[in-house]
């Protein structure tokens, strides 16, 4: 990589850099200080802002870097994440997003807590939140290592560690002195850049081709090495059963995990009504349903046009897949055009990075305040308490983030999203469906339903091949391999459902009626909504 390409992509960081955080001084600045105001922006967006957001939120450094890399190392198989991504949404749509801006304020414990003893489900609640967030956040580190390793052409260790560093810096920042309408704000910015950049990257590949998408997913198999078998389901996931059912497995977690995210269901609480929550999420489907039929471009144009062996030497889990492409399509690394566009790109996927990790930071901390720490004062903190706690949360999150991003440095994004999003479908989807549609549902049942979901999700991913027994794991030396999926989707999430109906039926409580009346007219009606 020349020296040019490096301090352009630097500058245009830089000046992303000083753009958020000029709009993150000047919220601070404006700001009331009040619960309502950090935790949800004073819901004061409108319904097309709050979508831009949520599609920011959502277009992760998994989705530009990790499933665009999957697709040119491995074809028609990485399209499984884009399908998975995508059609979650539907889920979010038609079973979460009004009802849970009726029936919450501020977190998923909101919804839960409404109709159980609050102290419990809460403590809960909050552990799996924080949990799944900080999973989605290694990824976005992992992102932020694998960018500046290409941008500096420094692979070491050290560079990726004060890459990381920085990036959790930033957010805390974001986080800390912003609260969510500042994050809102770089997250609508960075939703722009990102799908501007997309577009342009996009089009540059379909004239390459002339427009000819058939010819592309000729060349790309041409040049993988596979064949036509490029173009076919299997070649990740088809070898043997074991990797068939990790390909339903993933698809599970990617389906059924969006709608247990915490930082997009905090999004619901940012708008002033369900009517604007729900508008919210078809902006946001429009959004993301353009970007991840632009990435399949990408994924198959860095095949064709770089090559999977280019994109292997670079990054071996296929995270540099989408700069290689932007330089070779302007001409290579010795050429202005390449020098421009690499920049660019480089510029917009930290700028993604940091606008994720914004959000994510933000929704973890606010279910270490408004939840664990509520919770254990015994509902007795007072909102400014609370807001100073999530702000100091915010920290220690970031460090927590930054120690695994750096043990995780070799795995691809969009993987270890999948496994955030198996964690997600298998702690908080259960006991949020139960609590709104199952009149009987109890206290016992919600903190089963979570931690029968958690800790078996968490389990078979220490005892899977992700973290020991292959080269590619976390610990290649040792060998503590005794679940043979990659992602525990499969076997996690029907135990969550499985651990809420059992806490339920086995529990001596009396279902209260009247609480969940109140929850049901709230969900459906918006009456009484905060």
């Known amino acids: 990589m020349t020296g040019g390409h490096q301090t352009l992509a630097l500058l245009l960081f830089s000046v992303f850099v000083a753009i958020t955080l000029a709009i993150t ?9 009040s619960a309502e105001e950090f935790y949800a922006g004073g819901r004061l967006f409108s319904p097309m802002e709050n979508g831009f957001a949520i599609a920011g939120d959502y277009m992760s450094a998994a989705s530009f870097l990790g499933v665009t890399g999957l697709i040119a190392l491995f074809g028609y198989d990485g399209l499984l994440y884009v399908v998975g991504f995508l059609v979650a949404w539907l889920v979010v749509l038609f079973l979460v997003a009004e009802l849970v801006r009726n029936c919450g304020r501020f977190t998923l414990a909101d919804v839960v ?7 419990p489900v809460r403590i809960a609640a909050g552990t799996s939140s924080i949990t799944v967030s900080v999973l989605y956040l290694v990824a976005q580190m992992v992102g932020a290592g694998s960018l500046v390793a290409l941008l500096l052409g420094d692979t070491s260790t050290a560079a990726r560690a004060w890459t990381v560093i920085g990036v ?15 994050t809102t704000w770089i997250q609508i910015v960075k939703a722009v850049l990102l799908l501007a950049g997309t577009v342009a990257l996009t089009v540059l590949v379909l004239l390459r081709f002339h427009g000819d998408f058939d010819r592309l997913l000729l060349t790309a198999a041409a040049r993988s090495g596979h064949g036509d078998a490029f173009l076919a389901p299997g070649l990740k996931y088809g070898g043997d059963w074991t990797a068939r059912l ?7 977690a990617l389906v059924l995990g969006t709608a247990g ?9 940012t708008v002033p009504t369900a009517r604007a929550a729900r508008c919210s999420v078809l902006w946001s489907i429009g959004l993301i349903g353009g970007f991840y039929l632009m990435t399949i471009v990408l994924g198959f144009g860095a095949a064709a046009i770089v090559g999977p062996d280019a994109v292997r030497e670079s990054s071996a889990a296929g995270n540099t897949a989408v700069p290689l492409l932007a330089l070779a399509l302007g001409g290579g690394a010795n050429s202005t055009a390449g020098t421009v566009l690499f920049a660019i790109v480089a510029a917009v996927a930290f700028a993604t990075i940091l606008a994720v990790v914004a959000g994510l930071t933000l929704a973890s901390s606010a279910s270490v305040a408004h939840d664990l720490y509520a919770s254990l004062r015994r509902g007795r903190a007072e909102p400014r308490s609370e807001v100073a706690v999530a702000r100091v949360a915010s920290v220690g999150i970031g460090a927590v983030a930054i120690a695994l991003g750096l043990l995780a440095r070799d795995l691809n994004i969009a993987f270890l999203v999948g496994l955030a999003f198996a964690v997600a479908a298998s702690a908080n989807l259960p006991v949020l469906l139960y609590s709104l549609f199952w009149r009987g549902f109890t206290t016992r049942g919600a903190v089963w339903a979570v931690y029968g979901g958690l800790v078996p999700a968490l389990a078979l991913v220490v005892l899977s091949p992700v973290v020991s027994g292959s080269p590619e794991s976390l610990f290649p030396a040792v060998d503590f391999q005794y679940f043979p999926l990659q992602n525990p989707g499969l076997v996690s999430i029907p135990m969550g459902f499985l651990a809420g109906w059992l806490g339920t039926v086995t529990s001596d409580e009396v279902p209260d009626e009247a609480k969940h009346a109140e929850t049901e007219v709230r969900a459906l009606t918006g009456a009484g909504a905060a």
């Open 25 to 33: 001084t000047w919220v601070s600045r404006n700001r009331q200080g």
């Open 113 to 119: 807590a409404a109709r159980m003893s609050e102290r």
């Open 168 to 182: 959790g810096a930033l957010m805390v920042i974001y986080v800390s002195l912003g609260g969510m309408r500042a």
């Open 246 to 252: 990790d390909f339903i497995s993933l698809g599970l």
């Open 261 to 269: 995210l915490p930082h997009i269901l905090s999004r619901f609480y």
